[in-house]
């Protein structure tokens, strides 16, 4: 293989690992409104769905309006516009930190837009642009030459459960759920079934179970695929706190709590989709 024949191969491997198109769409609004449409939202939220599975470096959101009204009039209606296309995003699970621009240009000229219907220009000139810049992939790093360090190792679930004290809270660090939803990744039941057992023997421990859901920037994880409802956190804590009552724990010991996104443990977004107990109340008279 010639020398530039591999520097084109190269070169076109370098291209497909850093290049990624930005990610565009438009919404319109009516005259004078800065109120989204039921359609245009619905064609939205369909975009949003779209992004669970990008890495999101970045999202511009950049209103504008007709030639018609005057200048200020239009800067404010536009960025009014943008504004309430950032609402629909935070309230969908959006990190506000990936927003770093929401801008109202005001108007666009009718020569802008290549159409020959006055109204129709102006009705497409009547929008909102969001541009979503995905993250550039970067090549896997050299691999690092292990050393062997001794470390100490990590208690299990089952073992901080039966030397729990008050105060206390537990991680369930080897049961996960998929996005989206209150199902958890496969081999979670048998640990779950072992967690269970040992709060059955402690029976002096009373504690909360908490739901989480994930809370980095590139994942959305607060609604409930099946339902539709925005409870996943809740619908965790309360799946757990059932399957518990079903292995014996009594229920007068132990109640249940969605915790929302509002603490993130970082890293690998599954680490927030996550259960975990505090214990509240230890009571010493029970053997």
Known sequence: MSKLLVFI???LQSLCVYSQKALTHEVYFETDK?????????RLL????????????????FGFCDDRGADNYNLILSQQRADAIKS??????????????VDGKGKILLKIVKEEDILKIRGLNR???????????????????????PIEKEKTTVERINEGQKGDKIVFNTIYFKTGEVTMNSGSEKTLEEIA?????????????????????????????????????????????NY????????????????????????????????????????????
């Open 244 to 287: 518990f009552a079903e292995k014996g724990v009594s229920k007068k010991r132990m109640r249940h709590l969605g915790m929302r996104r509002k603490f993130p443990l970082g890293g690998d977004p599954k680490y927030d989709r996550r259960v975990e107990i505090v214990i509240t109340y230890v009571d010493d008279n029970v053997k």
């Open 34 to 42: 800065y109120d989204v449409p039921s359609t245009e939202e619905n």
């Open 197 to 241: 057992e040992a709060l059955v023997n402690r029976k002096e421990i009373y504690f909360t179970i908490q739901g989480h859901v994930c809370c980095t920037q590139n994942s959305r994880d607060a609604v409930n695929r099946k339902t539709k409802k925005r409870n996943l956190s809740e619908a965790r804590a309360e799946f757990v706190y």
């Open 88 to 101: 629909i995003f935070s309230n969908n699970e959006i990190s506000e930190s990936l927003i770093t621009n």
């Open 127 to 149: 929008k909102v642009e969001i541009i979503v810049k995905p993250k550039l992939l970067e090549p896997d790093p050299e691999p690092i030459a292990e050393v062997d360090i």
């Open 9 to 11: 191969l190269v070169i």
């Open 46 to 61: 369909l975009f949003i769905s779209n992004l669970n599975d990008i890495e999101i470096e970045s999202i511009s959101i």
